[in-house]
């Protein structure tokens, strides 16, 4: 790796540059790479199976769905908490307390999408889930197997979610349906590009270091990366719903 490639690799990954390796990926490193890979995609079907039941179950019970509705804020804030607390502070917990949080944000973010299933149909609810399967399984097929690096990519989709976030504080006191669906539209091409962005890097985290894919720091890595394409897939699963769901 020259010095070029080592510069991108540091832009690219940020405080995860004490992964960096200086020689090509060996052959005896793949397996290792591999089970890098399905763990960052294990942990990351796993939140999105916690967060599913979790959205559903809070539905079933109306006293549940209604102490669910009065804390609402509060869990809100306990999410973003969480996130800030598993991204700042992953290297100075353990693998398994970083584990326990990523489940814990999982099912809160489930019960603060529990509204959903009274807001939109069932079916509306389903078709919106499937379609985001089907783009995030592609978009993360392409980055996994493109050649092409997408740091450039992700950086443009990081700038168009910052405007993102700026542009729904406005149309929070706008209340604007045009400029929302412009909004949705947004969302759905950056958190592509995210997808993408983010499958890359994975694949070639998990090359540079196969060989310490069994290390408590490797399992840390591969949580806040399940976290990242967590996140990704759940907001692209929000702004299809927006777009393309049948309110009740």
């Known amino acids: 790796m020259n010095q070029s ?4 690799y540091r ?12 020689d090509a990926v060996p052959m005896e490193q793949e397996a290792g ?5 399905n763990r960052v995609y294990n942990w990351m079907f796993c939140g999105l199976m916690i967060t599913t039941i979790a959205a559903w179950g809070v539905t079933l019970n109306e006293q549940t769905f209604r102490a669910v509705f009065n804390l609402f804020t509060m869990l809100a804030i306990a999410e973003i908490v969480l996130v800030i607390i598993i991204s700042s502070m992953i290297n100075s917990m353990s693998a398994t307390t970083a584990g326990v949080l990523f489940v814990v944000y999982s099912a809160l973010n ?15 609810i389903f078709l919106a889930f499937g379609s985001c399967a089907l783009m ?17 990519v992700g950086s443009y989709c990081f700038m168009g ?26 969302g759905i091409a950056v958190f592509v590009g995210l997808t993408a962005w983010d499958t890359q890097k994975v694949r070639m985290i998990g090359e540079a270091n196969g060989e310490e894919a069994q290390s ?11 976290l990242r394409l ?14 393309f769901g049948r309110r009740r």
């Open 110 to 124: 489930g019960l603060t999408l529990s509204p959903i299933f009274l807001a939109y149909t069932q079916t509306s």
């Open 161 to 186: 979610l910052i405007g993102i976030l700026i542009a729904s504080l406005v149309n929070f006191f706008l209340r604007s349906d045009v400029l929302d669906y412009v909004i949705s539209y947004l």
């Open 230 to 243: 967590y996140l990704d897939f759940i907001n692209m699963f929000i702004y299809l719903l927006r777009i």
């Open 216 to 226: 408590d720091a490797m399992r840390k890595v591969a949580i806040i990366f399940a």
């Open 136 to 152: 995030f399984a592609a978009t993360s097929t392409f980055g996994y197997i493109t050649g092409m690096r997408l740091d450039k």
């Open 11 to 22: 832009k690219s990954y940020g405080d995860y540059r004490t992964f960096e390796r200086d």
């Open 33 to 37: 790479a591999r089970v890098f890979v």
């Open 5 to 8: 490639e080592r510069n991108d």
